[in-house]
């Protein structure tokens, strides 16, 4: 007990404890949080789920209220390269050190618990108090949070009426966790709007649309809608993006893909609306934010020459976005996907709607997700994608996966890796470890 656990101990940790899988329900958490003094209690969040683009809006967020001064906490997953990815204050990861210290201190309150007779609180419940424990520790003047899965029983809606409630695009997805019908998968994603609230989302799909409108009515929350349709004066590239919205005219965002400009229209919306809460955000600082954010692994270009592209894309509404960018950016392009999927995606939707758009497509089993979730087998998934196209190879690795998509493209091909986030931080030191052996390190 007495003994300071380091960093890779914190890890060890931490890998001993995913067997405990995932656990909808909000008990464990509370009680975790009430034996590290409520931490939650003393913090002002903005809360954030959606089925797709939760995170490049918390990442949105979050750069505009660490510009205009504010010391803001973020607490995300699922991560791409570091495990202290989940926990930031105003753009700078958690250090090792205070990891190992606040690891310590979830670590005896949760064996305390079990000690009492009660279940060990799963990895997702343990993080999740961390990052409350250690913002209101850090002074945070807000927190802002998305959630694991869903909300009604996701860990993070613990949280007592946040300052936002952000509600971002809503779709299909953890059908059999949330349901099968989009107004229930839809219910579970308002279950985090509490009286007290104020509410921004997305426009949505008319029964999504018409669950947050029933939820907000019953509890009293205002609602805005914000609309990706009002943009204008969009002008999209791989490095930045520009768009017009809400009064600000010419904004840029470091980041490629169209659903980016979506997700930053939201964002718009739920800083206006903490405007109106009385939070100072000078419009030079809301460009300021947006055009320094980063949000790694979405429509992102790791190497150009071929030009390789890694995306988010996981889920079918993912993957029908990722078709919308690749029209968009590549008509055409001659291109090569790299394709991982987890057991729990519509895998035939996400090779429908991307498949007419690849010369070739080079499969690999994606990495096994923090929840469990297998990846399809390699083999298995190529057999599937042969339904939808005739050029398909798998491949033992994801080194070799990159291997033969690099010797597939030629100099002006395009090369995509999508399908699971899981196999991401893996990719991206492949792609970098091959561009430093070619010496290729000049192109970015």
Known sequence: MGVKMKYVQALEYIAGCRHLGSVPGLESTKELLRRLGSPEQELSFIHIAGTN??????????????????????????????YRERFWINGKMMAKAELGRYMEIVR???????????????????ETALGFLWFRDKKC????VETGMGGLLDATNVIPAPLLCVLTSI???????????????AEQKAGIIKSGSRVVSVKQPVQAMEVLQETCRRLGCPLRVADPQK???VRHGLERQRLSYGGYRGLVIPLAGQYQIDNCVIAIEALQALMELGYAIPEEKL????????????????RKNPLFVVDGAHNADGAARLAESVRLYFTNRRIIYIIGILKDKEAEKILEATCGYAAALVTVAARENPRGIPAIPAIALAELARTYHENVTAADSLEEAVEMAL??????????????????????????????????THDR
């Open 53 to 82: 683009g939760k995170g490049s809006v918390l990442g949105m967020i979050s750069s505009v209220l660490a510009s205009a001064g504010y010391r803001t906490g973020r607490y995300l997953s699922p991560v791409i390269s570091d």
């Open 108 to 126: 005896n309150a949760a064996e305390s618990m079990e000690r009492d007779g009660l279940a060990h609180p799963t990895v997702f419940e343990m």
């Open 141 to 144: 003047d807000l927190a802002v």
């Open 171 to 185: 779709s299909m997805d953890h059908m059999a966790a949330l349901g099968g019908s989009l107004r229930e998968i």
């Open 231 to 233: 943009a204008t004066g």
């Open 287 to 302: 460009r300021c934010g947006l055009a320094d954010v980063k949000w790694p692994g979405r429509f992102q270009v790791i």
């Open 407 to 440: 010797l597939l493209a030629g100099p002006q091909d395009v090369i995509i890796a999508f399908g699971s986030l899981s196999f991401q931080g893996e990719l991206l030191k492949i792609v970098q470890d091959d561009r430093i052996r070619r010496g290729d």
